[in-house]
């Protein structure tokens, strides 16, 4: 049998610890009831998905925070591989009209754990991708809340993934650091620590997600983003928000303030390599991972160097900085690159973007949107 691969084991075996590769003992989650059965494991968890020759079925994905930044995209890549049917996304607000109209969309509220179980068994979900989240400076705003959604969400999506044998991806944070970790660059593996309620609840996943994984065989897997830069969404209230507004004030006013300060250099990555990372490794086999978070880098610039390479296609743009201290504090204890040799050895990630290539596809979207609903170009 090859080394760190779990394999289903026999209806025997079932009598003893009933979740390993992918079985749980009840008695050690009190208050939560399961079931299990030879035919529930997940054939993603087994030895065959260190085989490519052999036949798969196509996984039944669920997104859970689907309507933020990272999950309508990712769940129309997923769509173009497996089907639109197999692929759900849910979230706790109304959808646009061509979010609905182009593939299943559910209500999901992370926090009412029966009824994401009801959703996880009657849609027969293999592949759950956890995005609900409140991000770094709305997290400091209102910690109870990002306590809540960050944790007590995480833990019922934990749970939920242990009983039904799925394959499960949170994803994890450039805010997993903090000042005391390595910055340039970070490593997988270092000091911690970080000083955010949204970055203590990503190591809280991390650790929680890799703990079940070596205890119980969870199929558990993790990427620490960079920030992640895109034409399609709003900021959503995080560090490094202002790497997207900057093209839309850009266009529009042709003036941007920055709150963080000209020097303050953070990984970054264009949203289409976000989204093709995080499937790859979805579909990496479970025998070629190492570990079960990895970092993911692409660049690392600052808001001097994003604005210089504006102006190449907009001269007339102004940028005026306002640090505003919370952000800023955030940011300087970040890493300003990650190191993503795992990633790169173990299942071949490889960006396509750099910041040359960024700056003109986040330009020609975004004018290509404003020219759409009628806005001005600046």
Not at 195 to 216: D, N
Not at 270 to 289: G, K, N, W, Y
Request: with cysteine; net charge positive.
């Amino acid at each position: 049998m090859q080394s760190g691969v779990r394999v289903c084991v026999s209806t025997a075996a079932l009598l003893a610890p009933f979740c390993r590769g992918c079985r749980s003992r009840a008695r050690s989650l009190p208050g939560r009831s399961f079931s299990c059965s030879p035919r529930q494991t997940s054939r993603w968890n087994s030895q065959e998905t260190c085989n490519p020759a052999l036949p798969r079925d196509n996984p039944r994905v669920l997104i859970t925070g689907g309507l933020g930044q990272l999950g309508v995209g990712l769940a129309q890549m997923l769509r173009k591989q497996y089907g639109t049917e197999n692929v759900i996304l849910s979230d706790i607000k109304k959808p646009p009209p061509h979010v609905f109209s182009s593939g299943p969309f559910v209500y999901a509220d992370v926090l009412d754990y029966k009824h994401l179980r009801e959703l996880i068994v009657n849609n027969r979900i293999t592949w759950l991708v956890h995005y609900s989240a409140l991000l770094s400076a709305v997290g400091e705003a209102n910690v109870a809340l990002a306590r809540k959604i960050n944790i007590t969400g995480l833990h019922n999506v934990l749970d939920l993934a242990l009983e039904n044998c799925l394959r499960l991806f949170v994803p994890s944070t450039i805010g997993a650091f903090g000042p005391s970790s390595p910055r340039d660059p970070a490593p997988d593996l270092c000091v911690q620590r970080p000083r955010t309620i949204y970055g203590v609840s990503k190591v809280h996943g991390e650790l929680m997600g890799e703990y079940l994984h070596h205890k119980y065989g969870l199929d558990f897997r993790c990427l620490r983003y960079p920030g992640v830069i895109s034409a399609n969404t709003q900021p959503g209230g995080g560090t490094t928000d202002y790497a997207v507004q900057i093209f839309h004030d850009a266009l529009s006013t042709g003036h941007h303030e920055c709150y963080l300060r000209p020097d303050t250099r953070l990984p970054m990555m264009h949203i289409s390599d976000c989204h093709r990372a995080t499937v790859e490794f979805m579909q990496a086999p479970e025998c070629q991972l190492s570990l079960r978070t990895y970092n993911i880098a692409a660049m690392s610039f600052t808001p001097e160097e994003v604005a210089k390479e504006i102006r190449k296609h907009l001269p007339h743009l102004k940028v005026t900085y306002n640090p505003d201290s919370v952000r800023q504090t955030i940011a300087d204890s970040w890493p300003v690159r990650f190191d993503d040799s795992n990633a790169r050895r173990d299942w071949g990630w490889a960006p396509d973007f750099a910041l040359e290539e960024l700056v003109a596809d986040m330009l020609s979207s975004i004018r290509d949107k404003r020219t759409n609903e009628g806005l001005s170009v600046s």
